[in-house]
């Protein structure tokens, strides 16, 4: 069956970085992309970025532009999400998810990783 | 960019009831909208996909319509599993995604 299995939760001092690992299992990793979503403690889903498994082709949110890079090792099945100069805003929950889109996003996520909440505090 | 708004916001039913939520995109966006559901402390659930698409597993009783702008969610009787946040998600031309503000379905 299909899994995404996060790495723990992590809490980190403002101005630092975070990078978050998302295993994949139960299909072929290099036909899909994966979407990072966050959402912040008791609000909405944000769309953060996608990056497909097949090339490394990568699509950011605007706001996050410069301080996100998204990575994928094809020999252990696996995406990353680093995020830097991190700031309290960014506490949340960041979830990676698959979309079945390999070489353009398809535009939907249809497996989920189960979170990975990451505080910002001083 | 692309702004979506559900309305509405929040509301209160019993089980067996006909529940609707919509989608308003600031601009056309084709069918290319998707529906989650997210429970507490849980990740989203894909349930509609390209507007109408029912995901596979997902109950025939959700339903999905619409395009262009403005789309709808229909619950045809809510179950009590059903209690729940609802989102919409549009994907555009530009290969970036939004997510609707939610609607909080809950008990009456």
């Known amino acids: 069956q299909v899994q995404l299995v996060q790495s723990g939760a992590e809490v980190k001092k403002p101005g630092a970085s975070v990078k978050v690992s998302c295993k994949a299992s139960?299909?072929?990793?290099?036909?899909?992309?994966i979407s990072w979503v966050r959402q912040a403690p008791g609000q909405g889903l944000e769309w953060m970025g996608w990056i497909s498994a097949y090339n490394g082709n990568t699509n950011y949110a605007q706001k996050l532009q410069g301080r996100v890079t998204m990575t994928t090792d094809t020999s252990t099945s696996t995406a990353y999400m680093e995020l830097r100069s991190l700031r309290s805003d960014d506490t949340a929950v960041y979830y990676c998810?698959?979309?079945?889109?390999?070489?353009?996003?398809?535009?939907?996520?249809?497996?989920w990783g189960q979170g990975t909440l990451v505080t910002v505090s001083s | 960019a692309i702004q979506l708004t559900q309305s509405p916001s929040s509301l209160s039913a019993s089980v067996g009831d006909r529940v609707t939520i919509t989608c308003r995109a600031s601009q056309g966006i084709s069918s290319a909208l998707a529906w989650y559901q997210q429970k507490p402390g849980k990740a989203p659930k894909l349930l509609i996909y390209?507007?109408?698409s029912l995901e596979s597993g997902v109950p025939s009783r959700f339903s999905g319509s619409g395009s262009g702008t403005d789309f709808t969610l229909t619950i045809s009787s809510l179950q009590p599993e059903d209690f729940a946040t609802y989102y919409c998600q549009q994907f555009n031309s530009y290969l970036l995604f939004t997510f609707g503000p939610g609607t909080k379905v809950d008990i009456k």
């Open positions: 139960g299909y072929t990793f290099t036909s899909y992309g």
């Open positions: 390209d507007a109408s």
């Open positions: 998810a698959r979309d079945r889109g390999w070489l353009r996003p398809a535009g939907y996520f249809d497996y």
